[in-house]
């Protein structure tokens, strides 16, 4: 194959992958936007409302009532992280980032590779004592 046309080839492949992973990373991005939850490579993003100590609070009463054991955590105006594990000795991560004065990202992590179920069923637990 002549030079001209791997280079052609090459360059048709890198647009493609760009088109195809910036569709991915818009819809997620408008999604979070939106003030929905979105699951992404095994995390559970939640835009919430609410302070750092507001959510400290209701992640662990969260927590509590699931049944997780708090293993420990702690967060500030700008980040937080806390560590539970369940029934089955999974690690679950809930941490928080702030993203304005007033909205924070949350991500809920299950396990090495995540379990959206449990994610979610935290998030409403969670969301009941914002």
Known sequence: M???VRLSLLSA?????????SGCVAIVAGGAAAGS???????LQVLAEGTPEQLERAIKLGGQELGLQFING???QTAGK???RNAADQKITVSYAVKSPVYYELSIRVGTF?????????NQAIQKYL
């Open 2 to 4: 002549n030079r001209l």
């Open 13 to 21: 492949l890198f647009v493609g992958a760009t088109f195809q992973f």
């Open 37 to 43: 939850t979105a699951y992404v490579l095994g995390d």
């Open 74 to 76: 702690s967060g500030d």
């Open 82 to 84: 806390y560590l539970f």
């Open 114 to 122: 995540g379990d959206e179920e449990v994610a979610s069923r935290l």
